[in-house]
């Protein structure tokens, strides 16, 4: 009876180690495929540029750095403000949502404006300085920013 015994245990301590070796393998990601870490061409004169526009600092030490994005190269210029949120003592980076309004200046001109995050007609390709007026919240934190942002776009796009 004790070589039974003796046994059983052998059997489910390496039945055990296996399900522990399997299931570390199964939590594993698969690779990917060299083919499929070639990014696919980008279509002729679209692109999305972004600068760094300014950090928003709020009364409890929350930050939300804040850039501006230009999209060209179609009929229209969509002009979004992504921003990473953090507060004092914390390493979590947040969700941040942003609104608020945006002008783009070419020569001291206003070439075009609108709602963040909106698009408007493209004006063609040339250096624009985009300022925005920014509301940025985050979750779950609940930080409430708010400012104006200011960035050099400079477009290439037809």
Known sequence: MAVRRRTLRILSGAAAASLALASTAWSRPVPLQPEARTPAPAAAG???LCA???VLRGPD???AAVSLCAGSGTPVMAVPAPATCRRPGTSVRYAC???GTWTARREGAAAVSGTLPGSQPYPGP???HVTATVHVRSEPAGGDLRGTVRA???LSAP
């Open 97 to 99: 949502l942003t609104s």
């Open 61 to 63: 030490g929350e930050r």
């Open 46 to 48: 679209r692109a999305t």
């Open 52 to 54: 760094t526009a300014g």
């Open 152 to 154: 050099t776009l400079a």
């Open 126 to 128: 040339g250096t624009d």
